[in-house]
């Protein structure tokens, strides 16, 4: 493999790993909860993440913040902050009990939860990133005008693969597998594969949806844009193989359960069934435009341009 004298493991070691997914009935739901506000940023909120045991969740916004909440009753004064370098932050989330956290100047932390002073601390070796994406360990994917495949160990940055095929910023990046999703302003998806002498296997020009990305399973993911969100499967990307008509802009996409939650300008939508053909709106109090979402379990969260967050409990 072309990554394999950079690092002991071979490169699959550092993805998580997927597995398949198959898609419910339609089904009838209850009546949809109502949003619990949380308040704990001033500014654009950029990332949201829940940690696997539904104890926290993460928020990180553009007030140079990140907080950690305690689940199921998150409270601003209880909340752990986490002050970073005069930046905005583009990245927070869990790995197993550690959390991640990027800034845009290029500075990343790795947080213990349970330590926090032992945390660490480094800046990448590209400069000012748009995003991050930790994969396993000290492992991560950084983008900007290029996507970066860097693995920290002790000290030092390896830096496994540069993938520089698109021509405007990158948007954002995901793993599918043993191959990547990119998006770009450039208006185009690429697939591609660091393991390949020839590592573009496929670039879908001129598309609407190149805001956000979403994997949903090991061959289909998810684009959003404008007021559309195109379900792709990467074995045939002449075409989208569905396509969903959303009222607003598209800003965020996250899927779980079965279901695709799109945030837009407007509310959180959820779509799920076959052919994605159910339909929820959930009711925000937050008319500002959704910048984040993510559900895991019963509980949905999702994050506001103006810093404020909402979060549904679909347990109560």
Known sequence: MILSSLVISP???????TSSIQMEKEEQYPPLPQPQRIDGHTNYVRSLDISSNLRYFISGASDRKVRLWTLPNPSTKTSQVFSGPNSSV???SFIDETLAIAYKCGTVKYIPIAEPD????????????EGFLPLTGTAFVAWGDKVQLINYHHLHQAILFTYSEHLRKVCSVKPLGPRFISTSSDR????????????????IRNVRTFNALEILDEHTFATGGESVVHIWDERK????IEVLNIDSKVSCLNYSNDKLYIGTDKTVVIRSGTHWANEQNLVVDDKNGVSAIKALGNLTIAG?????????????
């Open 11 to 17: 490169y699959s070691a550092f993805l998580p790993t």
């Open 90 to 92: 583009v990245s927070s």
């Open 118 to 129: 032992r945390l660490l601390t480094f800046d990448i070796v590209g400069g000012k990133i």
């Open 188 to 203: 185009s998806i690429h697939i591609w594969d660091p393991n390949l002498p020839i590592p573009t296997i496929e670039k």
């Open 237 to 240: 990307v002449t075409d989208p």
């Open 304 to 316: 506001f341009r103006d810093g404020g967050i909402d979060m549904w409990n679909f347990s109560m």
